[in-house]
């Protein structure tokens, strides 16, 4: 199964970089042209009617990850999405954190004045967690479901127990770089919040993202709003108290359109499928640079991984994978690689190459 043909890119670079910025189709891109066309056209028409496109969103966004649809809630991009939400939270409480988790997940939180501990990130990391919650008492555990610098995942059934054995803690995780790579139940998944831009493996360009609340989160945020006189001018009817704080102001048909557009791309390819692809790819990735002493052994033992890798290169390889036009970014200590479906085992062996 090719794409190169929806992704030109894929013609002229080995894009090992999604983890940077997801591609945007030609589909998509003729698709934004008329959205913008129509915009030309009909001016305040064509605003009164693309009112709906953000509706659409909605409704795929709840049914494709299975989140209750007034729950679900856009958003220019994550950073703006969890300040949102902590936004509406009481300074009482008391946050877990990881060390390098990202800045935008992290600075949020210890920068408004929230009491809060940092736990480094190893080969014991859900020990620490443990013991961290026995010790520290928090209220709310904030982490990424995927780490930006290591591609780390966080397991599945862990956040569940974790859910299970401590129901009144509050889980808030970073999706951006993990929805859009595998199927995906939020209902199920044990968090309360879901926060995520779309611009990386949701295809989805820049300027939106999601916000996903479980019914206690939903409850516990902006509780001093409940009983707050809501406005009744009539184009803001139908809308409630979390509606107007999450989703204040206008929101961005061409973005939100996008996001909508790269999701019913990669729904019609199918996220199983799309999982598929990329856990073979990747385990592939994963056996040879480990066995070129590029990955560390506690990486390669942990049940779930991402397709996200850093890699100890050397300065001289570093400019052998510009010279040879492998896209990858330099994060943290390590230069970083990510596989999404359009990826292939050619990729894979090109970097090899390269590396060796």
Not at 334 to 339: A, K, L, M, Q, V
């Amino acid at each position: 199964m090719s794409f190169i043909e929806h992704f030109p890119i894929l013609q002229n670079y080995t894009y090992l970089n999604t983890a940077y910025s997801g591609l945007l189709s030609t589909e998509i891109a003729n698709w934004r042209r008329k959205h913008d066309e129509n915009f030309i056209n009909e001016g305040s028409i064509f605003r009164a009617n693309s009112l709906e496109i953000m509706d659409e969103l909605k409704t795929n966004l709840s049914s494709v990850f299975t989140v209750k649809r007034e729950n679900t809630f856009l958003t220019s991009n994550c950073s703006n999405g969890l300040n949102s939400v902590l936004n509406g939270m009481d300074i009482s409480h008391r946050f877990l954190l990881l060390q390098e988790d990202y800045p935008s997940l992290n600075y949020p939180v210890t920068s408004r004045g929230f009491d809060y501990l940092e736990i480094p990130i190893n080969a014991n990391l859900e020990e620490q967690i443990l013991r961290a919650i026995e010790q520290f008492k928090p209220t709310v555990f904030a982490f990424s479901m995927v780490q930006y610098i290591s591609g780390l995942k966080m397991q599945s059934d862990f956040i569940k127990k974790l859910k299970s054995d401590y129901p009144d803690l509050i889980l808030i995780a970073d999706g951006t770089q993990f929805l859009g790579t595998a199927p995906f139940n939020f209902q199920q998944s044990g968090l309360d919040v879901l926060v995520g831009s779309g611009y990386k493996w949701l295809l989805g360009g820049y300027g939106n993202g999601y916000i996903f609340l479980s019914d206690a989160a939903r409850k516990l945020i902006y509780q001093h709003k409940k009983k707050l006189s809501l406005p009744d001018v009539p184009f803001l009817s139908g809308r409630d108290y979390l509606s107007l704080t999450l989703e204040p102001g206008h929101l961005d048909s061409l973005n939100l359109g996008t996001l909508n557009q790269g999701l019913n791309y990669l729904n019609n390819i199918g996220f199983d499928v799309i999982e598929q692809r990329i856990m073979e790819l990747t385990a592939k990735a994963r056996i040879a640079l480990h066995k070129k002493g590029l990955l560390p052994d506690w990486i390669m033992e942990r049940k779930e991984q991402s397709s996200i890798m850093s890699l100890p290169l050397h300065q001289a390889i570093v400019e052998r994978l510009n010279n040879e036009k492998i896209l990858v970014s330099p994060r943290g200590a390590g230069t970083r690689i990510s596989f999404h479906f359009y990826n292939t085992e050619n990729d894979l062996n090109h970097l090899l190459e390269v590396i060796d």
